[in-house]
């Protein structure tokens, strides 16, 4: 088992700045690939960014990309997604997700998942 526990999230104005961070516990972090996931109400959960094992491979949804960094630190298992330019549309709940393989954009591919955390931006 993998627990993963979402912080960071909050209230920022349209153009801020936020940093999500997700800290893993219960089996060995270097061994995840790790997805950044964010659904927004009345919408479909949807891929945001997700980064190797080692940190050395990203990936971004084409909305983001540009505006948002995911990295990792294995030494303190968590891993970060950096937030600028922020905009009405990226607000939703974002959740962290794990699994052995990936990187992965599907969701479906993920086997372990944080309860979220509530990003709001107000333009």
């Known amino acids: 088992q993998v627990q993963l526990v979402e912080s960071g999230g909050g209230l920022v104005q349209a153009g801020g700045s936020l940093r999500l961070s997700c800290a893993a516990s219960?089996?060995?972090?270097?061994?995840?690939?790790m997805g950044w996931f964010r659904q927004a109400p009345g919408k479909e959960r949807e891929f945001v960014a997700a980064i190797s094992r080692s940190g050395s491979s990203t990936l971004y949804a084409t909305s983001v990309k540009g505006r948002f960094t995911v990295s990792r630190d294995n030494a303190k298992n968590t891993v970060y997604l950096q937030m600028n330019s922020l905009q009405s549309e990226d607000t939703a709940v974002y959740y962290c997700?794990?699994?052995?393989?990936?990187?992965?954009?599907?969701?479906?591919?993920?086997?372990?998942w944080g309860k979220g955390t509530q990003v709001t931006v107000s333009s």
């Open positions: 219960g089996r060995t972090f270097s061994n995840y690939a």
């Open positions: 997700a794990a699994d052995r393989s990936g990187p992965h954009s599907s969701g479906d591919r993920y086997e372990y």
